[in-house]
């Protein structure tokens, strides 16, 4: 298997300042010089990053569909595939507890690593470097997006808006799983119209999934 060293220097193009990236791959299990500092700056990293690429790749878009792509793009989940995508899994740094429960195919951790990863290539290399990375890896999802996408709980909001009816009520049924890798499931119920359920990852996920299943059903009547 490629060591560490060899698969940051074939990904980022980074032969120095390994510490940096062994640290972003470091989860808290671990060592408790972990990802969780980087994971703050590559946040706004990535949010600057991609905020510039979708003002300048989207001129004639007003601020609310650019708000509406931004959301799409740098979720947690998304940013779990990307990392997929780019090979981290493998040198991931878990504790054995951690690893035992699954930590290395979580959409949180994974989402926080990879966050983690361009806060270290941004301490490398600096913005330009960093924000090259991110449409470079984002380059498929960014340009499959023809239109601004709708947001699953706005959309549904509005539905109910449109056909005069309650707005959309959310409910926690459940919560399971270890704290680095909980599964959340949550309720959403319009009235007694209608209800579904939907599993993320973070409360907020499910919560967009169960509204992206209640809308998908309300559409088909």
């Known amino acids: 298997m490629t060591s560490a060293a060899e698969w940051i220097a074939a990904t980022f193009g980074v032969a120095d300042r390994l510490a940096d990236f062994e640290r972003a791959l470091t989860h808290g299990s671990q060592a408790a010089a972990n ?3 980087l994971e703050f700056l590559g946040d706004r990293v990535l949010g600057l990053a991609m905020a510039t690429w979708l003002y300048e790749r989207f001129p004639a878009e007003p601020e609310g569909a650019l708000s509406r792509r931004f959301n799409a793009l740098v979720t947690g989940a998304v940013c779990a595939d990307v990392a997929r995508g780019l090979g981290v899994v493998p040198h991931l740094r878990l504790g054995k507890q951690a690893r035992d429960d699954g930590a290395a195919q979580s959409d949180n951790v994974l989402g926080d690593v990879m966050e983690a990863l361009i806060g270290a290539l941004y301490l490398a290399r600096g913005f330009d470097a960093a924000a090259a990375f991110v449409r470079a890896a984002w380059a498929d999802r960014i340009e499959t997006q023809v239109k601004a996408p709708r947001h699953p709980k706005s959309a549904l909001q509005e539905w109910a808006a ?15 799983g270890p704290q680095h890798a909980p599964r959340f499931i949550v309720r959403v119920t319009i009235g007694k119209l ?10 907020q996920e499910a919560e967009t999934a169960a509204a992206a299943a209640l809308l998908a059903e309300l559409e088909q009547e």
Not at 194 to 203: D, F, H, R
């Open 194 to 203: 209608a209800e579904a359920t939907g599993e993320g990852t973070s409360k």
């Open 162 to 176: 449109a056909h005069q009816r309650r707005p959309p009520e959310y409910s926690l049924v459940e919560r399971s």
């Open 35 to 37: 990802y969780e500092r």
